[in-house]
C-alpha cells in the first residue's frame, strides 16, 4: 500500500470516529436538556396532589358525589361538589395534556398518581358523560382525562416503577 492511501483512510476512520462521538454526545445532550426543560413543569403540577387541601377535595367526591345527578354534568351541580369536581377534574386533565402530549414522561405521571387518578376518574365519568351530552359532542371535555386513565388503569406500577428506576440509574449520585 502506498502512503498517501494510508493516510488517507486512517484520516476517514478519524472522521467517521469524531461523527460518531458527537452524534452521541448530541443525542445524550439533547435528552438531558429535555429531561430539565420537563421535570420543573411535572413536579410543579404534582405539587397539589400533595396537599391535605386537594386530598380532602378529592375524598369529598369519592363519598358525595353518589348524590348528585349525572345528567347535570360538572357545571350545573350544587356547590360546593361543582367546585370541586371542577378543580379536580380538571387538575388530573392538566397532568394528561403533559403525559399525553409528550410534555412530561408520562409513566413517571402514572407511578405517582395512579392510584387516586384511575379511582377519581371512575367516580367522575357518568359526570363527563353528562357534560358532554350538554355540550353536543364526545370530545367536548376531559378527553385527555379519559384517555390517560385508561393506560393508567392498566399499567403496572410494580413493573413501571423498576424499569423508571433503572432508566434513572446513571443519573443519581
Known sequence: MDGSLII????LATALAAVGTSSLLTTQALRLSRDANHMPVTLTLLAPHRTPEFVRKETLIWKEVGACDPALGFFQQPEPMRGHMIEIG??????SYVSEYGIADGEFIGVQTQYRLVRTWGVLEPFVKGERILRGGDYTFLNAYET????????????TTKRLMRRGKGKRL
Open 8 to 11: 488517507n483512510v486512517g484520516a
Open 148 to 159: 390517560f386513565a385508561g393506560k393508567a388503569r392498566v399499567m403496572d406500577v410494580e413493573a
Open 90 to 95: 380538571l387538575y388530573y386533565q392538566s397532568l
